[in-house]
């Protein structure tokens, strides 16, 4: 029981507790006197004090926290609520699920301190939170129910490790996992995650090997091998990976199956989620990917995004309009979300209702309502559309249209007076209407729902300190992409300031495409997607590839870069 309250949760209590009357200080500093010389926990000293019982204890917290104090019966913990955190999470972090209306978690704890999970649960489960305090005793039953043994309980990565060894057979390794070792490895998580945060890297990829681990960053869009690691990694990969699925809420002991996960990281200095994903790959190793979710670099100001004058007047008007279906294409990272958010960051007004289903929730915008998806109860993109309907929306965001049943709810909520932004992934912004067409969805509802299409891609900018001209690209190279004349090419040769990479930040490159009457007509013709573009040229588009080559004549681009991100060969 006494160790279920930290020791400096106890003093916490006890220093609140003078500053009420309750307690005097020279009675407290003998308590804690005590405590360092017997090693008895702080809470076991107090209560044999006779400071307070553990009702008044619990009582005494819930009020100074504002949280509701209850008794919770075992036998009412609902199955639900209890598969939303496994039994390493509960055993390290002593919380307790035991209800849910299906949209809040109530939590059970009996330790203050444990208000700091509230936003970790919260990124695991995606639901909403309400943690709910009860005294030891109670929170002993509950873990007993989980099959959690409280008095036996180790505490931290080291007893979660021993634990796995009597419930399975599992890697050597794991015994030779000492506590020095886990603390080592805590604080190589610790100083990754900070580190990536600070360098604005996206993912971290952890990889093993037979020979190896390794180490990278994927920064603007790059992965790049953390060499100055090797070593830790090579010796903490097997803590560095128990940690990580602790901290995200994955079941260490399964190494044979996927697994994802979230964590959100507060190490005092910086604060962001992110998502994880553990992979099993050979000799029994796993990959472990990171995204971070980085709240304070989205840029949500769409006219700064990089579109020319005359594609934002496109934007403009079709962003602006009562109804409509608006599309944004490309890869994965190519920026498609920051140009949604952006799009929605304009468009967010009191006066209209604005409804977003998404997987996952990137980034909380404040005054929109955004729902999570959760197809393990099939709460789908579709079904939230259809709800969506029913909820006297003006604007909706649908994450991706990835099937015939969302685009066709999708263009027929465009259709009935409503403005619907999503995405697809598609090389370019006419493929996209094909695209629609051969997913089942009737050329003449997508020449009259579709007002807009954006394709995209994020290449990489030179690095302007160490940018030097580039004499290697021949003139019938530069012929065969459509630049007819010698022009003064650039690379970054690296510096410091770009960590010898020759670049430094990126570039969106963009192509717009308005549906227009004529486009309109091209696709109820059922004209093919070169036939289509070649209308569109004529009345203004620009794809991709020509925006690219006039970054490439400004000394933006390298030729090398250009070929990369446009997949031109």
Same mark, same amino acid.
């Given at each position: ?98 209800? !849910? ?21 919260? &990124? ?9 305090? &009860? ?22 990565? +080291? ?63 790059? +992965? ?41 990281? *507060? ?20 990959? &472990? ?12 100001? +769409? ?18 309009? !009562? ?15 920051? !140009? ?44 939230? +559309? ?21 685009? *066709? ?13 999503? !995405? ?37 900018? *030179? ?36 960590? *010898? ?69």
């Amino acid at each position: 029981m006494s160790r279920l309250i930290s020791d400096e949760s106890a003093i916490e209590l006890g220093g609140m507790a003078v500053s009420k009357g309750i307690l005097s200080q020279p009675s407290f500093d003998k308590m804690k006197i005590l405590n360092q010389e017997s090693g008895q926990s702080m809470i076991s000293i107090m209560f044999e004090k006779a400071v307070m019982d553990e009702f008044s204890l619990a009582r005494f917290v819930a009020e100074s926290y504002g949280l509701n104090f209850k008794e919770v019966d075992p036998e009412s913990i609902s199955q639900e609520a209890q598969g939303k955190l496994n039994e390493d999470y509960l055993r390290i972090n002593n919380v307790c699920p035991f209800e !849910t209306d299906g949209s809040t978690l109530k939590v059970a704890i009996c330790d203050q301190s444990k208000l700091t999970l509230e936003k970790n649960i919260r &990124v695991i489960t995606g639901m909403n939170i309400e943690m709910v305090l &009860v005294t030891v005793s109670n929170f002993e039953q509950l873990l007993n129910k989980f099959g959690i043994s409280a008095s036996a309980q180790e505490v931290g990565v +080291l007893g979660t490790l021993k634990k796995m060894k009597e419930v399975e057979e599992i890697d050597a390794e794991v015994e030779q996992i000492t506590e020095r070792d886990k603390t080592a490895a805590e604080i190589f998580v610790t100083d990754i995650l900070t580190e990536a945060y600070k360098k604005g890297v996206s993912d971290i990829h952890i990889e093993s090997f037979r020979k190896s681990k390794r180490l990278r960053y994927r920064i603007d869009g790059i +992965l790049i091998n953390q060499k100055k690691r090797q070593e830790e990694i090579n010796d903490r990969y097997l803590a560095v990976v128990s940690i990580l699925k602790l901290l995200s809420g994955a079941r260490i002991e399964e190494k044979r199956l996927p697994q994802d996960g979230a964590i959100a990281f *507060n190490n005092g200095d910086v604060e962001f989620d992110l998502r994880v994903s553990f992979l099993p790959v050979q000799g029994l190793s796993e990959r &472990v990917v990171m995204r971070i979710l980085r709240k304070d670099a989205i840029q949500l100001d +769409l006219p700064t995004l990089g579109f020319s004058k005359k594609d934002y007047a496109k934007i403009e008007e079709a962003i602006n309009a !009562t109804q409509g279906l608006i599309l944004v294409t490309g890869p994965t990272g190519s920026g498609k979300t920051t !140009t949604l958010y952006s799009v929605l960051n304009e468009l967010n007004d009191e006066k209209k209702n604005i409804m977003t289903a998404e997987d996952p929730i990137e980034y909380e915008l404040e005054g929109i309502s955004q729902s999570q998806m959760k197809n393990e109860i099939n709460f789908t993109f579709a079904s939230a +559309l259809r709800t969506f309907l029913r909820q006297d929306p003006e604007i909706i965001l649908v994450g991706e249209i990835r099937d015939q049943e969302t685009g *066709n709810i999708a263009v027929e909520a465009a259709l009935t007076g409503h403005l619907v932004l999503s !995405t697809l992934h598609t090389n370019d912004s006419v493929n996209t209407i094909t695209r629609l067409v051969n997913m089942g969805i009737p050329n003449y509802l997508v020449s009259s729902s579709v007002s807009l299409v954006i394709a995209q891609r994020l290449a990489r900018k *030179n690095c302007d300190a160490c940018k030097v001209k580039d004499t290697s690209v021949k003139l019938h190279t530069l012929t065969q992409l459509g630049i007819k004349r010698k022009i003064t090419l650039y690379k970054g040769k690296g510096c410091s300031k770009c960590n *010898n990479t020759g670049y430094k930040g990126r570039r969106g490159i963009y192509e717009v495409l308005k549906i227009t009457p004529t486009i309109q007509d091209a696709i109820l013709k059922n004209k093919t997607a070169p036939e289509i573009m070649e209308i569109a040229k004529k009345e203004g588009y620009q794809p991709m590839q020509e925006v690219g080559a006039q970054y490439l004549k400004e000394g933006v681009l390298a030729f090398e870069e250009f070929q990369r991100t446009l997949f031109v060969g």
